[in-house]
């Protein structure tokens, strides 16, 4: 049942993309704010219940701050977080809390998240993008694998818990990958697919803000060509959508 209620909801969001009113929500700049978006009779004339939730992160910033925007998010089982890179080259590579600036496969059995490199310019007319589903709220600790980028500050964290320990925080992630004698990247694209959009949204400085999140290998795959702040359906697209019903059904 999930699985046919997902795939349903795709299949009519996909066709509402295609008769899409032209007044449709705008492209704001994406600083990683999440928008939430009722699949209902007025915006998908064929998706008649739902939701989905898109969670948009800016990688790294035109003006070279290393950061992610935000770098510290709340998602749900079921949601989707779409990372969007800015230039010139970064990743979204998953570690353990204790072992930041490593693939998480290095410390453990999981697999985990990474997006590979993801090169870009600041002429490019599209945005590279990596889109994942979350099926944990098991935190799940992320940084940037290229050069120092992770030790001069390039984490974030989704499901931050320290709730149930207090020390497991974002700012303490930050302070032992700092210490960090390597920075590794993952040996293989997981769990999530890359993209691309034609939106601007990477040509901001953004700003990080705090949200709370923990670790988990977190993702089923999905692929995107999303814009910014747009309808969830839209910034994720029927191809993901499709993805992720066949994943669930998996």
């Not at 999981?110 to 490199?117: A, E, K, N, Q």
């Not at 002429?123 to 799940?140: D, E, G, V, W």
């Not at 999303?226 to 669930?248: F, I, K, P, T």
Request: with cysteine; proline share 5%; aromatic share 6%.
């Amino acid at each position: 049942m999930q699985f046919s209620t997902f795939a349903l909801s795709a299949m009519s969001i996909g066709s509402a993309l295609g008769t899409s009113p032209s007044n449709s929500s705008p492209n704001p700049q994406v600083g990683g704010e999440s928008y939430l978006r009722k699949k209902d009779k007025t915006d998908f004339p064929l998706a008649a219940s739902g939701m989905v939730t898109v969670h948009v992160v800016q990688v790294g910033a035109a003006n070279g701050t290393l950061a992610y925007f935000p770098n510290n998010i709340k998602a749900a089982v079921g949601d989707m977080v779409q990372f969007q890179f800015a230039p010139a080259n970064h990743t979204v590579t998953q570690s353990t809390f204790d072992q930041p600036c490593m693939p998480i496969a290095m410390n453990s059995n999981i697999t985990g998240v990474y997006s590979g490199f993801m090169p870009t310019t600041a002429t490019a007319t599209t945005t590279p993008t990596y889109t994942i589903m979350i099926n944990s709220t098991t935190p799940m600790w992320l940084y940037c694998s290229q050069g120092k980028h992770c030790q001069n500050g390039m984490t974030m964290v989704i499901n931050e818990n320290t709730a149930a320990n207090s020390s497991r925080s974002l700012t303490n992630f930050a302070a032992l990958a700092a210490k960090a004698t390597v920075n590794l990247p993952g040996n293989a694209i997981a769990d999530g697919t890359a993209g691309t959009t034609t939106s601007n949204s990477t040509s901001g400085t953004g700003s990080s803000s705090s949200s709370s999140s923990t670790t988990s290998s977190g993702a089923k795959s999905t692929s995107s060509s999303a814009a910014g702040m747009v309808r969830a359906g839209e910034a994720v697209g029927l191809s993901g959508l499709l993805a992720v019903g066949v994943a669930l059904l998996l």
